[in-house]
C-alpha cells in the first residue's frame, strides 16, 4: 500500500503557501486527466471528462462527471469535498524593508489569520507566495518559494524581561518582525523575488508575499505514532481528499465527484475566492448549463446533493485535558472526527450525520465526534459559510491534531489513511 505519510509530506513540505498548494493539485490532477478549464472562456464539457478550474490561483474545484448511462440521462447530483488551502501566518506589506540601529534589516509584516504569535519565534523562516508582472500586455502570476532560511524573529532574552515565563502579550508590529540581514542588504527584497520569478525588480507590480515557518513535517513518538509540522490544518484535509477523489477512478457512478479547496478561510472567507464567495455556485452553474440540465432536474440534483467540509479538529491535548468536553472528545489517531455545534457553527445534523458515520461503517474506518466544551466559543469552518451560497446537505468532519494554529502543529500517524479511505468512499457511493 502506498505511504501516505511521505507522500502527505511532500505535498505538505512543496506547499509553503496556498499558491504553491493549488498549483501542485492542479499539477497532479493534471497528470490523472483532469484537463484545466478557465473561468474566462467559455466551457465544453461532457459526461465521462474530468475537469478542474482555479480562481485567484489560490483556491480551486474539480470535478469529474460520469458516464452517461442509457437508461437515465442524467447524473442524480453532487457529492462534494470542501477543504481550504490557506493557513494562519504573516504577510508581507506592499514596502516591508525596516532599517532599526546601524545593523539590522526586517521585512514589516502583518498578521494574516489568528495563529499563536510565540510559536513564530527563534525559528528559520523563508517567504513564498506570487508576483504579478506584466508580459505582452497581459499581467501573468508568477509564482515564487525562496528556498533558503532567509529570516528569523528573534524573541527577548529571559534578562531583559524576567516574568517572561508568566506568559507574554506579543504587539505583532513591535515584536513579531523578521530579522533578515544587515543594512548593507537594503533593496534586496524585490532582487530576491525577481531573481526567482525570472523577471526584472522593475516588472513586479503586485506581489502575495508571506512568511512560512522552514521546518519540515516529521514523524515523532517512540513508535513513531505522530507526525508534526507546519500548515496541517487544513493541508492534511486536502492532501487526503485529493487522493480519495484520484482513487475513485471510475466514472460509472450516479454522482458528480467534486474537490473543493478554498482560500481565505483563515481570515472568515469574504473573498472572491472564499468560500462565502460564489464559486461554487458558479461553478455548478456552468456545469449545468455545459450538460444541459434543466431547472427543474438541477433543483432535485441540489437536493440529493452531498457535502463534506472537511477541516481538521481539536484532539484533547496531554497537558489540558480539562478544555475538552467530558464525552464528545477525539484522541489522534483514533479516527474521523465529526463536529458538531449546538449553534451550527459546524453544519452536521441527525441527518448528514447518520450518512458520515455510514460512510465510515462501508470504509472500515474508525470514527469520533467533537463539541466544544460549553463554555468555550470554538472556531468556524467551511461547512455553514457554504450553505449561504449553495444549500445542500453538509457534515462537518476533520482530522484530530494538537496546537492547531501554531507555526508546528501535531497529528496522528494513521489518521490520514482513514480519510482517505472514507472519503473514497463517499466519491464511489
Ligand atoms: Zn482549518
Not at 489560490?58 to 452517461?68: E, H
Not at 499563536?116 to 527563534?122: A, E, H, R, T
Not at 438541477?298 to 472537511?310: E, G, K, N, P, R
Request: charged content about 25%; proline content about 4%.
Amino acid at each position: 500500500m502506498k505511504d501516505y505519510i511521505e507522500s502527505l509530506f511532500q505535498f505538505i513540505d512543496g506547499s509553503p503557501t496556498c499558491y504553491q498548494a493549488v498549483d501542485r493539485i492542479g499539477k497532479r490532477l493534471a497528470q490523472a486527466g483532469y484537463r484545466e478549464l478557465s473561468e474566462k472562456e467559455p466551457w465544453q464539457i461532457a459526461a465521462g471528462e474530468r475537469y478542474y478550474v482555479k480562481r485567484n490561483d489560490s483556491s480551486l474545484i474539480a470535478f469529474s462527471i460520469p458516464k452517461q448511462k442509457e437508461t437515465e440521462a442524467l447524473s442524480k447530483g453532487f457529492h462534494i469535498v470542501a477543504a481550504h488551502s490557506d493557513s494562519p501566518c504573516f504577510k508581507l506589506k506592499e514596502k516591508p524593508e525596516l532599517t532599526v540601529e546601524k545593523q539590522y534589516l526586517k521585512w514589516n509584516v502583518e498578521k494574516y489569520g489568528g495563529m499563536i504569535l510565540s510559536s513564530w519565534l527563534d525559528r528559520p523562516l523563508s517567504v513564498a507566495g506570487r508576483v504579478v508582472v506584466k508580459e505582452q500586455e497581459k499581467m501573468v502570476t508568477k509564482l515564487v518559494n525562496i528556498e533558503r532560511d532567509v529570516a528569523v524573529i528573534p524573541n527577548l532574552a529571559i534578562h531583559m524581561n524576567r516574568d517572561m515565563n508568566k506568559g507574554v502579550e506579543y504587539n505583532p508590529q513591535i515584536d513579531m518582525q523578521p530579522c533578515v540581514g544587515s543594512i548593507g542588504d537594503q533593496g534586496g527584497y524585490l532582487k530576491l523575488l525577481a531573481e526567482e520569478a525570472g523577471v526584472e525588480e522593475r516588472d513586479i507590480l503586485g506581489q502575495d508575499i508571506f512568511l512560512y515557518n522552514r521546518d519540515r513535517c516529521k514523524r515523532v513518538g517512540i513508535e513513531e505514532e505522530w507526525i508534526c509540522g507546519p500548515r496541517l490544518d487544513d493541508l492534511e484535509c486536502v492532501y487526503g481528499a485529493l487522493e480519495a477523489l484520484l482513487l475513485s477512478e471510475s466514472l460509472s457512478g450516479d454522482y458528480i465527484n467534486m474537490l473543493a479547496v478554498f482560500d481565505n478561510e483563515e481570515v472568515g472567507s469574504g473573498t472572491k475566492q472564499g468560500a462565502d464567495s460564489t464559486f461554487l455556485k458558479d461553478v455548478l452553474a456552468r456545469i449545468r448549463s455545459g450538460l444541459h440540465i434543466g431547472e427543474e432536474h438541477y433543483q432535485c440534483m441540489l437536493a440529493d446533493s452531498f457535502l463534506i467540509s472537511a477541516d481538521n479538529a481539536h484532539a484533547v491535548h496531554p497537558n489540558h485535558p480539562e478544555k475538552a468536553d467530558p464525552e464528545n472528545k477525539p484522541y489522534l489517531n483514533e479516527g474521523i472526527v465529526i463536529k458538531f455545534h449546538g449553534s451550527q457553527r459546524y453544519a452536521t445534523d441527525a441527518y448528514s450525520a447518520a450518512v458520515m458515520k455510514d460512510i465510515c461503517h462501508q470504509a472500515q474506518v474508525p470514527y469520533q465526534v467533537y463539541a466544544n466544551r460549553s463554555d468555550i466559543i470554538g472556531g468556524s469552518t467551511l461547512g455553514n459559510i457554504l450553505m449561504a451560497q449553495v444549500s445542500v446537505n453538509t457534515v462537518d468532519i476533520g482530522l484530530p491534531q494538537l496546537a492547531m494554529h501554531s507555526a508546528c502543529e501535531t497529528a496522528g500517524a494513521k489518521d490520514i489513511e482513514y480519510l482517505i479511505r472514507a472519503l473514497q468512499a463517499f466519491y464511489q457511493r
